[in-house]
C-alpha cells in the first residue's frame, strides 16, 4: 500500500515538474512573440536568472530564495512582530494589575 502510494507521489511529483516547465515554455514565447518586432531583449536576462533561482527545487522557502536581502527582511519582520506582541503583553498587565500607591 505505502508503495503504490509513492509510486503515485513520485509520478504527481514528475507531473507538477513538467507542467512547470510547460508554463515556463508558453510563457516565454508569450513574451518572444509580444517583442519580436523590438531591438531590447525580452524578457531580460536579469530577469529570466532570477526566474530560474526562484523554480529552483532546493527545498528552501520562497521568501529565503532571494539572498541575504529576504532573510534580512524576514527576519527583522519576525523581530518587529515579536516586540509588537511584548509590549502589547507589557501593556496589558500593567493596565490589568496598576501600580498601588
Known amino acids: 500500500m505505502v508503495y503504490k502510494l509513492c509510486r ?10 513538467i507542467l512547470r516547465h510547460a508554463e515556463r515554455r508558453v510563457l516565454l ?44 527582511l524576514y527576519n527583522s519582520t519576525l523581530a518587529l512582530i ?3 506582541l511584548i509590549d502589547g503583553f507589557y501593556t496589558l498587565v500593567t493596565m490589568a494589575l496598576p501600580k498601588k500607591k
Do not use: E
Not at 8 to 17: C, G, M, Q, R, Y
Not at 44 to 53: A, E, T, W
Not at 61 to 72: L, M, Q, R
Open 8 to 17: 503515485i507521489a513520485s509520478k504527481v511529483v514528475t507531473l507538477n515538474s
Open 29 to 72: 514565447n508569450t513574451f518572444h512573440k509580444a517583442r519580436s518586432n523590438s531591438t531590447v531583449a525580452w524578457p531580460p536576462p536579469k530577469l529570466l536568472k532570477r526566474y530560474s533561482l526562484f523554480q529552483m527545487d532546493n527545498n528552501l522557502p520562497v521568501y529565503i530564495k532571494g539572498g541575504f536581502t529576504d532573510k534580512f
Open 82 to 84: 515579536a516586540i509588537g
